[in-house]
């Protein structure tokens, strides 16, 4: 007990020299060694680097997961070192309830066929980003906790040591000085015309006392300096150390930006064939749709109109993309009106009715009916009598095609 006693008294004494040693230095009142430009340098490149990390990370988290609230809960999770339980994604639970609701709907409707078809889609999205999330938190945001949680704080209590070491060696220069200062005036030449010699005595006593007092000083100030050093030596080479973690650190963005290159990829290719399946699917539930391969128009009856026959004569020659156009004539009683394919070159853009459209997303054109698009662009598009809602004619230029709607916005 008598042993912690003194120790806590020694350690509160150097706390209070320290503490004395700051303030005086805040306040102008005393020197403090300053480090050398390239020390200074490091310091400043390894305060760089813990803020900017500390950004990216918590940025790179909200990217991953938006919801704050499920953030903290794997948070608590990670510090309680227990196993974050698993989720689904926004997508695959999104792809239960559209599946869920075709069942209800029935899957072999239309609405239903639809439906299952994007809730699968919806399904592999989901996943993808699974797979993203956890290789993203693999290989980027766990070297960067690595860093801040362990190199980082070995490096901060680095620091820490050697600024106390620092302001113990400023405290052994500045009580150096003052007892030098102290011995030159004991040292000085005395007064002989003083009545009284017993000063004589005091002050050769005083002098010899305080000699004793500067060499002691000058013993540890060779001490904290030799101290000062070596804490600066080992703080120095693990600041150094940070071009390391930036080589790291630049390793694993490779690994981030690739693992995002891929989780992109598939969601593009995932969309591109619901896309095409959505196409199919189209003009089997909906009437009035494009045809897209000129061969499949079949032969005109030899009662046909003019303008049907030579739509069909065109089938001889190159593919041309056809609209259909439901006709004016009404057929035998009972039947079906029959649709006439135009040519696209041969359809004429209505008095009225003709709009422009900003083009929205690109496009790639599914058949030879349809109209590629590019994003920005201004095209001319006007609907036909019997065309599928969803569905315009484009102009932009001398090409003409259908165009989705989605992809558009209308603008007069």
Avoid at 14 to 19: I, P, W
Avoid at 195 to 202: A, E, F, G, M, V
Avoid at 209 to 218: G, M, P, R, T, Y
Avoid at 343 to 370: F, H, I, M, Q, W
Wanted: a negative charge.
């Amino acid at each position: 007990m008598d042993f912690n006693m003194k120790k806590l008294a020694s350690d509160a004494g150097v706390f209070f020299t320290r503490a004395v040693q700051f303030t005086e230095e805040k306040l102008g009142q005393a020197e403090k060694t300053e480090l050398d430009a390239h020390f200074e340098n490091l310091l400043a490149r390894a305060d760089s680097t813990k803020n900017w990390t500390e950004k990216i990370q918590r940025q790179t988290e909200v990217l991953l997961q938006p919801n704050p609230s499920t953030r903290v809960e794997e948070f608590l999770y990670e510090k309680l070192d227990r196993k974050v339980p698993s989720r689904v994604t926004n997508g695959e639970l999104l792809a239960q309830y559209m599946i869920e609701a075709a069942n209800d709907f029935g899957p072999t409707s239309p609405y239903g066929k639809t439906l299952i078809k994007v809730g699968e889609t919806e399904r592999r999205l989901g996943g993808a980003e699974r797979d993203f999330i956890h290789s993203a938190s693999i290989n980027f945001l766990t070297p960067l906790r690595n860093f801040l949680e362990g190199d980082w704080r070995t490096i901060s209590k680095e620091r820490r040591i050697l600024q106390n070491r620092r302001l113990d060696l400023d405290a052994c220069k500045a009580r150096l000085k003052k007892a030098k200062a102290a011995e030159a005036k004991a040292a000085a030449v005395p007064d002989f015309n003083e009545t009284r010699p017993r000063n004589y005595i005091l002050s050769a006593s005083a002098s010899a006392l305080w000699s004793d007092e500067v060499e002691k000083a000058e013993h540890e100030l060779r001490m904290a300096q030799t101290e000062f050093d070596r804490q600066a030596e080992v703080t120095r080479l693990l600041l150094e150390g940070i071009s390391s973690t930036h080589v790291n650190h630049l390793r694993c963005l490779h690994e981030f930006a690739e693992a995002q290159t891929t989780y992109y990829a598939q969601c593009y290719q995932y969309m591109l064939d619901l896309q095409k399946q959505l196409g199919n699917s189209r003009g089997e539930m909906l009437p009035g749709t494009f045809v897209g391969n000129a061969e499949s128009v079949s032969p005109p009856p030899d009662n046909a109109s003019p303008t049907v026959a030579a739509a069909a004569a065109s089938v001889a020659g190159p593919a041309v993309p056809t609209i259909p156009v439901v006709p004016t004539a009404v057929g035998a009683p009972g039947s079906a009106p029959a649709v006439e394919a135009l040519n696209a070159s041969d359809v004429k853009p209505p008095a009225s009715g003709t709009r422009k459209a900003r083009v929205l997303y690109d496009y790639e054109a599914a058949d030879s009916s349809e109209l590629s698009l590019l994003s920005d662009e201004m095209i001319m598009v006007y609907s036909l009598p019997g065309m599928d809602p969803d569905w315009l004619v484009g102009e932009r230029g001398n090409q003409k095609g259908k165009v989705p709607v989605t992809y558009l916005e209308l603008l007069s």
